[in-house]
Nanobody, 125 residues
Framework: QVQLVESGGGLVQAGGSLRLSCAAS????????MGWFRQAPGKEREFVAA????????KYAGFVKGRFTASRDNARKMVYLQMNSLKPEDTAVYSC??????????????????WGQGTQVTVSS
């Protein structure tokens, strides 16, 4: 069993920044790919970023446009998503997810085995 708990969401103005955190409990956390996804009301869940177990390889969705940075600290079993230059269209529930397979950086949410509860990000105009 792996538990993931996100935090750091909130209300920000357009152009502002937030850093999301995901705390993991798994013993083999460092071997997991970790993904960030988001979902707005009435819309499909959308891939944001994925990071390899070592943190050495990161894949981003095209809409990120350099604004977001994923990172991880395996000693602390933490994954982060730094979000800068936020736009109203970034408003969504952001969730972290773990893929046990590793070394794949899947963008398909169906490939992830464990999910956090999500944290709300709201960006006002």
């Amino acid at each position: 069993q792996v538990q993931l708990v996100e935090s750091g969401g909130g209300l920000v103005q357009a152009g502002g920044s937030l850093r999301l955190s995901c705390a993991a409990s798994g013993r083999t956390f460092s071997s997991y790919d970790m993904g960030w996804f988001r979902q707005a009301p009435g819309k499909e869940r959308e891939f944001v970023a994925a990071i390899s177990g070592s943190g050495g390889t990161i894949k981003y969705a095209g809409f990120v446009k350099g604004r977001f940075t994923a990172s991880r600290d395996n000693a602390r079993k933490m994954v982060y998503l730094q979000m800068n230059s936020l736009k109203p269209e970034d408003t969504a529930v952001y969730s972290c997810a773990a893929n046990r397979e590793g070394n794949m950086l899947y963008s398909d949410a169906r490939e992830y085995d464990y999910w956090g509860q999500g944290t709300q990000v709201t960006v006002s105009s």
